[in-house]
Nanobody
Framework: QVQLVETGGGLVQAGDSLRLSCAASGRTFSSLAMGWFRQVPGKEERDCVSAISVSGSRTYYAESVKGRFTISRDNAKNTVYLQMNNLKIEDTAVYYC????????????????????WGQGTQVTVSS
C-alpha cells in the first residue's frame, strides 16, 4: 500500500504561482512513477496534468500547462512536486497526486487507470 498526501493548494490570483507537494509513504518511493491530475467541479473525469518517471529523467505535461508547470521529485524526501506558475482561472480544480509501481509505459501516464494509488486531493482556486 501507498499513502499519498497532497499539500500546497489555496486561493490565488491569476498570474500567481503555487507549489503543490505530495508526500508518499508505505512503499519505496523511488520505485514509483508519479502523476498529477486535476478535476474540475461538475466534471466526472480527472485529467492528467503532468507525470514523472521513477528516476525523474522523463516527464509528461498536458498541452494546457506546458511552459507554466514543472514536475519534479525528491526521492530522498519521498515527495513529488508540481510548481505552477502564471496560473490561469481555468487551472481552478482539485489536484490529485497518483502513483503507479513503475511498470507502465510513458504512453499510459496520462490515463487514470494507470495509477494504483491516489491522494485525497488539494483545492487550487485561481481568481481574476
Amino acid at each position: 500500500q501507498v499513502q499519498l498526501v497532497e499539500t500546497g493548494g489555496g486561493l490565488v490570483q491569476a498570474g500567481d504561482s503555487l507549489r503543490l507537494s505530495c508526500a508518499a509513504s508505505g512503499r519505496t518511493f523511488s520505485s514509483l512513477a508519479m502523476g498529477w491530475f486535476r478535476q474540475v467541479p461538475g466534471k466526472e473525469e480527472r485529467d492528467c496534468v503532468s507525470a514523472i518517471s521513477v528516476s525523474g529523467s522523463r516527464t509528461y505535461y498536458a498541452e494546457s500547462v506546458k511552459g507554466r508547470f514543472t514536475i519534479s521529485r525528491d526521492n530522498a524526501k519521498n515527495t513529488v512536486y508540481l510548481q505552477m506558475n502564471n496560473l490561469k482561472i481555468e487551472d481552478t480544480a482539485v489536484y490529485y497526486c497518483a502513483a503507479e509501481p513503475g511498470y507502465a509505459s510513458e504512453s499510459l501516464w496520462r490515463l487514470v487507470r494507470t495509477y494504483d494509488y491516489w491522494g485525497q486531493g488539494t483545492q487550487v482556486t485561481v481568481s481574476s
